[in-house]
């Protein structure tokens, strides 16, 4: 515990055999749980890991139990309604079982997933866990060993003194960010977090892809955890789904870890392009929920219009294309028409689209702590 806060710390590992040891047992004391999300791995992951539930390293003086069940009455219904639920969105996530016999007083908690779901749906498991046994704060830890656990305690104390609900490490203004991160790396994070920046309204986060992170209880339970994008995305679908929610965020500075023995799973070739569909329709859930669902903003329009206005102007700029280099000046044409509606039409979606910005900016500020 952190200032009489629970703490625990979601470990998904998918084929961490030669890294996974390393995560556990350099586990800082004040972590209550330890909860290994065994993405159906095809090593010994879940053999070593259940070793260790035999060992000084599983011992917890924090007993956790689930929260009480609600007692019905007159007024209450609604927390019913949200307790049942909670009780049954277990069968949305990807099938999995808990290894431990005694999991309310392990301190590590074995889940294996009974088939592949991906680094984003072993996150969600481990959310679940602790979201039902009611953790003050769920910090996330790589099976790789590429997070250092001395950096653990400032992720979380945010979070544990209730100042945000949603804390990120942020490896790029560590000033060997451009000389010890991988290049591909590099490039493929900054061009994600460029286009999360857009998708997701939080505009001052710059390091969307780490996934050294801590989240408050409220933050869990503000959104449907079982929804969360399964794969390499899932940092990124995260946020979006965290603003819509309006949660406060806040990033932290750490060292980037490379080099140490992890093998990367990631494919930045086919990871940039399948996030980047994946953020393009995250844009407009959020525009759609949050500012016209939830509480409407002129920005909602500015934003609609402005891309309307792009898309009519595309027709204008195929006959003007037509008219000097293919048809070469064909009576009946009217190119300077066309030029005045294309430059009209252009400049018009543009200025919409930087107007909404500016007011996407300026509302999600207070969001950023």
């Not at 710390?9 to 350099?26: D, F, G, H, L, M």
């Not at 498991?125 to 656990?149: F, L």
Request: proline content about 4%.
């Amino acid at each position: 515990m952190v200032e009489g806060k629970t703490v625990a710390v979601v470990v998904p590992a998918y084929n961490e055999e030669k890294q996974i040891s390393r995560v556990i047992e350099t586990m800082p004391e004040f972590v209550d749980r330890i909860i290994v999300v065994n993405d159906n791995s095809n090593d010994k992951t879940e053999e070593i890991v259940a070793g260790y539930l035999k060992t000084k390293h599983n011992r917890s003086e924090a007993k956790i139990e689930k929260a009480k069940k609600v007692e019905s009455n007159f007024y209450n219904q609604a927390d019913i309604i949200l307790e049942e639920q909670n009780k049954a969105e277990l069968n949305y996530f990807t099938p999995s079982k808990i290894i431990n016999k005694n999991p309310e007083n392990d301190r590590i908690i074995l889940i294996t997933n009974l088939k592949n779901g991906g680094v984003g749906a072993s996150i969600a498991r481990g959310y679940k866990w602790c979201k039902d046994y009611n953790i003050d704060c769920t910090a996330v830890m790589a099976g790789d060993g590429q997070m250092d656990p001395a950096e653990l305690k400032k992720i979380c104390l945010p979070v544990i003194k209730e100042e945000v609900d949603y804390v990120k490490g942020n490896r790029l203004i560590h000033g060997s960010a451009n000389l010890y991160i991988p290049r591909v790396r590099f490039f493929g994070n900054s061009i994600l977090s460029l286009i999360t920046k857009i998708a997701s309204g939080y505009w001052r986060v710059s390091d969307t892809q780490t996934g050294y992170t801590a989240i408050s209880l409220e933050a869990l339970n503000s959104i449907k955890l079982y929804k969360i994008y399964k794969r390499y995305g899932m940092p990124n679908d995260l946020l979006v789904k965290l603003n819509i929610a309006y949660c406060t965020i806040r990033e932290v500075p750490v060292r980037p870890v490379y080099y140490i023995g992890e093998q990367s799973k990631m494919k930045v070739r086919k990871v940039i392009p399948r996030i980047s569909v994946l953020l393009f329709k995250s844009f407009f859930k959020r525009l759609w929920t949050k500012y016209f669902l939830k509480d409407f903003h002129p920005l909602f329009i500015l934003y609609n219009m402005g891309l309307i206005l792009f898309f009519v102007s595309i027709p204008f700029a195929l006959r003007i294309i037509d008219y000097y280099y293919f048809t070469n000046g064909s009576p009946g044409e009217r190119p300077i028409l066309n030029s005045i509606l294309f430059v009209f039409l252009i400049v018009s979606g543009l200025q919409s689209l930087l107007f909404a910005m500016w007011m996407d900016i300026q509302d999600n500020e207070r969001l950023y702590k």
